[in-house]
């Protein structure tokens, strides 16, 4: 959404009230005028979407026990953490950060990870790339352009779009979103135990798209 520089006359104590509030949420007097300003006229901006998509996330993943959301006021990105069943339980974070204005992708998704351990560090590396193997065969063919993905020391990344051949509500995204990330969460936590092969990865994946799941 184009944003124009604009000269408004507002009272001194107004303009208090505003930075206060504004510090409080962690934004800044601009972006909360034009935050107050939207909510009034019911307009629905780039930030207000992605703030609907993110309390949708929240309330179908606060259904799944393995799965805890997290999500900050008026940021773009919000939060989920899961812990694996390995010794001293390490954390995963899986972060879904939502673009204001992209027509290549939606957004990107980071899986986070910490842990001392060389031999998890390397399972979750052949999961994921195994995962990015899968989704060249089964994903890709389904978008014009090929999704990005991104492997570093403990960090896992990849972009988030969505077929272009209808419009999606924020319904429609939140739901998509949901639904990988407790695929992913799923199937990664399968592999890491040994109950799941690269065979059993790929037929989850497929199942999971003949259910009707949106692809990302």
Same mark, same amino acid.
């Given at each position: 959404?184009?944003?124009?520089?604009?000269?408004?006359?507002?009272?001194?104590?107004?303009?208090?009230?505003?930075?206060?509030?504004?510090?409080?949420?962690?934004?800044?007097?601009?972006?909360?005028?034009?935050?107050?300003?939207?909510?009034?006229?019911?307009?629905?901006?780039?930030?207000?979407?992605?703030?609907?998509?993110?309390?949708?996330?929240?309330?179908?993943?606060?259904?799944?026990?393995?799965?805890?959301?997290?999500?900050?006021?008026? *940021?773009?990105?919000? *939060?989920?953490?899961?812990?694996?069943?390995?010794?001293?339980?390490?954390?995963?974070?899986?972060?879904?950060?939502?673009?204001?204005?992209?027509?290549?992708?939606?957004?990107?998704?980071?899986?986070?990870?910490?842990?001392? *351990?060389?031999?998890?560090?390397?399972?979750?590396?052949?999961?994921?790339?195994?995962?990015?193997?899968?989704?060249?065969?089964?994903?890709?063919?389904?978008?014009?352009?090929?999704?990005?993905?991104?492997?570093?020391?403990?960090?896992?990344?990849?972009?988030?779009?969505?077929?272009?051949?209808?419009?999606?509500?924020?319904?429609?995204?939140?739901?998509?979103?949901?639904?990988?990330?407790?695929?992913?969460?799923?199937?990664?936590?399968?592999?890491?135990?040994?109950?799941?092969?690269?065979?059993?990865?790929?037929?989850?994946?497929?199942?999971?798209?003949?259910?009707?799941?949106?692809?990302?």
């Amino acid at each position: 959404m184009k944003k124009t520089l604009y000269s408004l006359m507002l009272a001194d104590d107004v303009v208090r009230a505003v930075d206060d509030l504004a510090h409080r949420m962690g934004t800044n007097r601009s972006a909360l005028v034009n935050q107050i300003l939207a909510e009034y006229t019911d307009l629905v901006t780039p930030e207000r979407r992605v703030q609907d998509i993110f309390r949708q996330i929240s309330e179908i993943l606060d259904a799944d026990r393995a799965l805890v959301p997290f999500i900050t006021p008026n *940021s773009m990105t919000m *939060s989920v953490k899961s812990s694996l069943q390995y010794r001293y339980r390490p954390t995963v974070k899986y972060s879904v950060e939502l673009y204001r204005d992209r027509d290549d992708s939606l957004g990107e998704l980071s899986v986070v990870f910490r842990t001392q *351990s060389q031999e998890l560090l390397e399972a979750m590396g052949r999961f994921f790339r195994l995962w990015k193997q899968v989704e060249d065969e089964l994903v890709a063919p389904y978008h014009a352009l090929p999704a990005d993905y991104a492997l570093y020391p403990g960090r896992f990344t990849r972009s988030i779009a969505l077929p272009g051949s209808r419009d999606y509500t924020s319904s429609d995204v939140a739901a998509a979103i949901s639904a990988y990330v407790r695929l992913f969460d799923r199937l990664m936590k399968a592999y890491l135990a040994g109950q799941a092969s690269a065979r059993d990865i790929r037929a989850e994946y497929i199942q999971w798209l003949h259910e009707g799941n949106t692809i990302l």
